[in-house]
């Protein structure tokens, strides 16, 4: 078990996975098989886990990541089909500039493009000044939490935006990457994550502009 276990007793924990992986494997029956699902619900724990601050809703977090790693993994292996674009938002954190621009994206397309979001070196949690920012225009957080990059993430998404990773992104041939230059909220009082926000905002709306033409 990882450091973050604390949180639940480990058998509540495995219950807790173990309930996990059967509604995924029900929800995905005829794509993956159930070792296939329950090897993702456990790998997508453990990785939440090495960086979690707060441990008692992991499983729960865990279910929601799952069930979108196996779904991009089903799309990069042309089992699941989409017929909208998806953008996937990195940064090295995943608590400030990748989690607002996923948050605005999604905000501004209300479905039409599937949003990810992830961390080369995912922190503990999502400060709550993030949130409060996104909330003075009325927008709310996608999912929440810091999550760690995923290749399936990658190869799954139409277009990569970066906001800071630097080298820690792998870049894959074939793939669209767009890197925005825009300052790291972290740290920084309200006022000053105000104008990275907007700036986000700006950019985010031109993407969509582009992708639904």
Not at 47 to 60: K, S
Not at 61 to 85: H, N, W
Not at 151 to 164: M, Q
Not at 166 to 191: F, I, N, S, T
Request: aromatic share 4%.
């Amino acid at each position: 078990m990882t450091r973050a276990d604390h949180g639940l007793p480990a058998r509540e924990v495995l219950h807790q996975l173990d309930r996990v992986a059967a509604e995924l494997a029900d929800k995905f029956h005829g794509v993956f098989g159930p070792e296939t699902v329950k090897r993702y619900v456990q790998e997508t724990y453990d990785l939440l886990a090495a960086d979690a601050t707060i441990a008692v809703h992991l499983p729960v977090l865990a279910a929601r990541f799952a069930r979108e790693r196996l779904t991009d993994l089903g799309k990069t292996q042309g089992l699941i089909r989409s017929t909208v674009p998806q953008v996937l938002f990195v940064c090295v954190h995943n608590a400030g500039r990748s989690q607002m621009a996923a948050a605005l994206l999604d905000h501004h397309t209300s479905g039409r493009i599937v949003v990810r979001s992830a961390g080369s070196r995912p922190a503990g949690d999502t400060p709550a000044i993030i949130t409060v920012a996104l909330a003075e225009l009325g927008v709310a957080m996608v999912e929440p939490y810091p999550k760690p990059l995923t290749d399936e993430a990658i190869h799954a998404s139409d277009v990569v935006v970066t906001t800071g990773c630097g080298d820690a992104c792998p870049v894959y041939q074939g793939k669209r990457y767009l890197d925005w230059d825009v300052e790291d909220p972290a740290d920084k009082p309200l006022a000053q994550i105000r104008p990275i926000r907007d700036e986000l905002d700006r950019r985010v709306r031109l993407l969509v502009e582009e992708l639904l033409a």
